[in-house]
């Protein structure tokens, strides 16, 4: 059974930085492209970051660009999402989902998402 | 970059009546390598995270109820519940994967009327 639990929200002032973490399970993680996709309190969902099975190839919402890096173990089968330079409207739920092989492909499995509140 | 838009904001619909969702984006998401649309749709209840329902414009995935259809080309898409039920309460999204930023539109919030 395909697993995403994403962990490291936390509560933080503007302009400090959290990771956030997405541990997988049940797949062969490194076959997979993993995507960030967060959603504002009350708000649609906004696409964040994407990273390729063997984390060669990365792209970033320009709204991130510059603070956000995403990467991946693959030994560790985790995601992660540096955050810095953290704005309130950065507030959000932080959802972790798989690809497929490419970068370019529909999400079929989601975590239950991680609560970031960027507050003084 | 991509923007997607959806139409209606939202739609209320009568159990076991037809309920379609309109999505367009501002370029063509047709990939020529496979000759397909890379377009899907997500079904979001309260409190859940999205749920995959259809990739490439029209591919159902595994699991999803067929009454679920999704069709069109280029840049103008439909999803299409052909009876609804009371568990498809829900925001539904589309996505492009055609390039990056990987955009969603704004959602569809679908009710009971």
């Known amino acids: 059974e395909v697993q995403l639990v994403e962990s490291g929200g936390d509560l933080v002032q503007p302009g400090g930085s959290l990771r956030l973490s997405c541990a997988a399970s049940?797949?062969?993680?490194?076959?997979?492209?993993m995507s960030w996709v967060r959603q504002a309190p009350g708000k649609g969902l906004a696409w964040v970051s994407v990273?390729?099975?063997?984390?060669?190839?990365?792209y970033l919402a320009d709204s991130v660009k510059g603070r956000f890096t995403i990467s991946r173990d693959n030994s560790k089968n985790t995601l992660y999402l540096q955050t810095n330079s953290l704005r309130a409207e950065d507030t959000a739920v932080y959802y972790c989902a798989r690809g497929s092989g490419a970068t370019n492909t529909a999400l079929d499995y989601w975590g239950q998402g991680t609560l970031v509140t960027v507050s003084p | 970059d991509i923007v997607m838009t959806q139409s209606p904001d939202s739609l209320a619909v009568s159990l076991g009546e037809r309920a379609t969702i309109n999505c367009k984006s501002s370029q063509s998401v047709l990939y020529s390598s496979n000759n397909k649309n890379s377009l899907a749709w997500y079904q979001q209840k309260p409190g859940q995270p999205p749920k995959l329902l259809i990739y490439w414009a029209s591919t159902r995935e595994s699991g999803v109820p067929d009454r679920f259809s999704g069709s069109g080309s280029g840049t103008d898409f439909t999803l299409t519940i052909s009876s609804l039920q009371a568990e498809d309460v829900a925001v539904y999204y589309c996505q492009q994967y055609y390039s990056s930023p990987f955009t969603f539109g704004p959602g569809t919030k679908v009710d009971i009327k």
């Open positions: 049940g797949f062969t993680f490194s076959s997979y492209a």
């Open positions: 990273i390729s099975g063997s984390g060669g190839t990365t």
